[in-house]
């Protein structure tokens, strides 16, 4: 009996096991990518499974909005914020053995679906303060953003991981004074500022997440099989955590940026009815 495996087929002879319906695709992309063949066949068979992951948020998204899919994560945020933790640290609790493939997989799904109802509050009030156009603009934003840090990643030098890890850590400092300095003094950076700083450390740990992909699929000919499945699973799930990450920060980015816009705009009519009625 097959399982289910993310597009991959059992490999016969002659038949290249990167041959399905998803990771096909993406095999031809990456082949450009100055990468050893089976680095490439891992960063693939991940990419795969991360554009399912976000499929299935997508989905979930939009039926949350059509159809109240999961409506108790929204009556309240923190029953879908403790769904999430539960069902992220069960994924990892899991044996990465061959008999808890299918189970693992489901929980990879589980999450990303819960995820999506969870982000469905956030994507009604990006549309209802600013415009419905913003979602796909944050979208593409976060695609290219992504791209980009994950292909500079591939490009680098191995030894640039410490540089990165260096950047983390000098990150982490700021982000652990500013935590100090607002509960002991009440001192805060504006709304805007925490937002591009955390886009800036979600933005890094793409390259971060992306670099030790790469170091671990280098060593992917030593696995077993079923080791390099759960493997792909693992570095899934964090780029796909990244990527949430970065959208959430550039979407309310924008949203906040378009109402600031619009309320100048309000309160530039407003000013024009006020003179003009002067006038008369």
């Known amino acids: 009996m097959s399982t289910f495996s993310f597009g991959r087929h059992t490999s016969h002879a002659g038949t290249d096991p990167t041959s399905s319906f998803f990771s096909l695709p993406l095999s031809s992309l990456v082949s450009t990518l100055p990468l050893q063949p089976q680095v490439q066949h891992h960063v693939s068979r991940v990419y795969s499974i991360l554009a399912l992951m976000m499929a299935t948020t997508t989905a979930t998204i939009y039926f949350q909005f059509g159809s109240r899919l999961m409506p108790w994560l929204t009556a309240s945020p923190w029953l879908g914020a403790i769904a999430m933790v539960a069902t992220l ?22 999450f990303a679906a ?39 990643a591939m490009y680098a030098r191995r ?15 700021v982000s652990l004074v500013l935590l100090f300095a607002r509960l002991l003094f009440g001192v805060t950076m504006s709304y805007t500022a925490e937002l591009f700083f955390g886009l800036l450390f979600a933005s890094a740990y793409i390259v971060l997440d992306t670099q030790v992909m790469i170091h ?32 959430v920060r550039v979407a309310v980015l ?6 600031r816009k619009r309320d100048e705009e309000e309160r530039e009519d407003r000013r024009r009815g006020t003179g003009s009625t002067r006038r008369r």
């Open 216 to 247: 671990r699929a280098m060593q992917a000919d030593l696995m077993h099989e079923v080791t390099k499945e759960h493997l792909e699973m693992d570095h899934a799930v964090e780029l796909y955590l990244d990527l949430i990450q970065v959208f």
């Open 114 to 152: 819960i995820k999506g109802a969870h982000l469905a509050p956030l994507i009604a009030w990006v549309g209802i303060v600013s415009s419905p156009a913003i979602v796909p603009q944050a979208a593409m934003c976060t695609f290219l953003l992504f791209a980009s840090f994950s292909l500079a």
């Open 159 to 173: 030894r640039s991981i410490v540089y990165t890890l260096g950047v983390l850590g000098g990150l982490s400092a």
């Open 89 to 110: 640290f069960a994924f990892q609790l899991v044996p990465r053995t061959k008999e808890y493939l299918g189970t693992r997989r489901a929980l990879l799904f589980a």
């Open 254 to 259: 924008l949203a906040d940026k378009e109402k």
